[in-house]
């Protein structure tokens, strides 16, 4: 075996037979299930984990549905035999552990299997599915139509599983109740897509970890037969994103909450972060996440250094620790929103560093218009932390100096800059996608000592069409 464990999983997803020839495909799944028997050491972190069995068994009914028909009925014979096999290994190792997005692709492989099956095993699974569905419904997804870990990527594929679900449900009370969130849940996603049609980069996530957000709006649509607009004023109280899009710009601000309390592994530093992007291209990111595997890359995604907001003596706003894990916390503090028809103006604090010396606080008021965003920060209380406001760039933005004022360049558009203290440029990283590495720019502005506060303006100069 070579690769990170999240490759292996990936592997084991078998999302690759989809692409095979029909002479090809059972091949491969009949390789996997002589090569992969439970039990044996290790089985449990990737060939039989039941994530990664939850996607597969999906897939491998969804082409036995297509092209069974051309099996031997030996080959047929093997080929159920193992997926119930690995059915009844799910039933029995839930991930009611771990939770959120993970037990949603339990529930969406046990009521897939009760419509594939007969008998009384399918109805065990379809009573158990429909149990946990109703459950996760309540649970994992907030009253705006976020879904519950806050990761816009997530959502992605959380919103794809629903609606998974509901395509292979008969018309009973749950599939009632799950048309009913779809609507919100197609808006939330809408509303956290750029103009580029990839999703927000937020907590961990990549630009192509997912369905395509567009292709999966469209399944919704077919499905549902709503239709669904972008917002112009984006606000979503409970989940904590708020942003302005108008035409081909689109700016969003985190001030949400890190995680659930019970469910940080997706969590990044990022309170009060913001992406933004202009005459559809991205300017402003957040850094994406290289891998899972804890180490140095996997610091660095979460950290509050490689964020849109502000450090205190380049301290983390929240503890993190291994890979998926989180101590003292960030929680968003005193939150005001105030919209008009053309702009969004957020106000909040977080209590990330209050644990520092005078108990500092960091509170961020972000205006965003059509053309400009002005972010004004303080720091209040303290004893003498050093504050450093980052911004951290697309790869494909340029940083030029004229006059002694800054300005970022795109392939078709010019943004200055003005701030209250010197600016400076650093090289840093960015990961758009998992395992790609980008060199990018960081914007550095070290406005002084806690109390202290700074004002930045970023004003587009001018769009080439």
């Known amino acids: 075996k070579q690769g990170t464990r999240l490759w292996l999983l990936n592997l084991h997803y078998m999302e690759f037979i989809e692409a095979l020839s029909n002479e090809n495909w059972f091949r491969f ?63 029995s190792n839930l991930e009611l552990d771990i939770g959120g997005n993970h037990l949603v692709k339990n529930i969406k492989a046990l009521l897939w299997a009760s419509q594939f099956f007969e008998g009384p095993d399918a109805d065990c699974w379809r009573e158990l599915g429909l149990k946990l569905l109703r459950a996760a419904i309540e649970e994992q997804v907030t009253p705006d139509g976020a879904h519950f870990e806050l990761s816009p990527a997530y959502h992605v594929q959380v919103f794809a599983d629903f609606l998974e679900c509901y395509s292979v449900l008969d018309d009973c009370q749950t599939r009632r109740e799950l048309k ?131 450090t205190l003596d380049d301290e983390e706003q929240t503890e993190f620790w291994l890979a998926f894990r989180v101590g003292r916390r960030a929680s968003i503090t005193n939150r005001e929103v105030r919209a008009e028809s053309d702009k969004i103006s957020v106000s909040a604090a977080h209590n990330g560093y209050s644990r520092l010396a005078g108990k500092p606080i960091h509170k961020r008021e972000i205006v965003m218009a059509a053309s400009s965003i002005h972010i004004h920060d303080k720091i209040l209380n303290g004893r003498g932390q050093r504050a450093i406001s980052r911004i951290m760039l697309d790869p494909d933005i340029c940083v030029e100096k004229s006059d002694q004022q800054y300005f970022l360049r795109g392939k078709n558009l010019n943004i200055a800059i003005e701030c209250d203290f010197p600016l400076a440029v650093e090289e840093t990283i960015c990961f758009l996608n998992f395992g790609h590495k980008y060199q990018t720019k960081q914007l550095i502005v070290d406005f002084g000592m806690a109390p202290c506060s700074c004002t930045m303006i970023l004003t587009v100069c001018s769009v080439l069409s």
């Open 29 to 91: 799944v009949k390789d996997w299930i002589g090569a992969n028997k439970p039990f044996k050491k290790g089985y449990w972190l990737d060939d039989w984990n039941s994530y990664s069995l939850s996607i597969r068994v999906v897939v491998w009914m969804q082409q036995f549905e297509r092209r069974g028909d051309s099996l031997s009925e030996a080959d047929k014979a093997f080929f159920l035999r193992s997926l119930v096999g690995q059915m009844k290994f799910l039933k």
């Open 180 to 310: 009913s969130i779809l609507p919100k849940m197609a808006q939330f996603l809408t509303d956290m897509v750029h103009p580029d049609g990839k999703i927000s980069l937020f907590s961990d996530g990549g630009l192509d970890m997912t369905y395509s957000p567009l292709e999966c709006l469209s399944i919704f649509n077919d499905l549902i037969g709503t239709s669904i607009e972008q917002s112009e004023i984006i606000s979503y109280p409970f989940a904590g994103y708020f942003g302005l899009r108008h035409l081909d710009t689109l700016i969003l601000m985190d001030a949400a909450e890190l995680a659930p309390r019970y469910l940080p592994a997706h969590g990044h530093g990022d309170a009060l972060s913001f992406e933004w992007s202009v005459a559809s291209q991205r300017v402003i990111i957040d850094p994406g996440v290289f891998e899972y595997n804890q180490g140095a890359l996997r610091d660095f995604s979460r950290s509050t250094l490689s964020h849109n907001t502000v």
